[in-house]
């Protein structure tokens, strides 16, 4: 089977990679005005279902 007919991955749409996720709340700021203290961001990570390759195997 060649790349061209393997179906995209549905979980990373055939990105192999899924984004981290950031997110910003002001309750989260420390004491200083630094506003990277009130930005949590989750981690890029390989795609669960099909292990970073992009598509699904048959």
């Keep these: 089977m060649t790349e061209n007919t393997r179906r995209p991955c549905p979980t ?3 990105k192999k990679i899924i984004d981290g996720v950031c997110e910003v709340n002001s309750e989260w700021r420390g004491p200083g005005d630094d506003a990277m ?3 949590q961001c989750t981690p890029d990570q390989e795609c669960p ?3 970073g390759k992009g ?4």
Excluded: K, P, V
């Design 12 to 14: 990373c749409q055939g």
């Design 37 to 39: 203290d009130d930005t």
């Design 49 to 51: 279902t099909c292990h």
């Design 55 to 58: 598509y699904e195997e048959a």
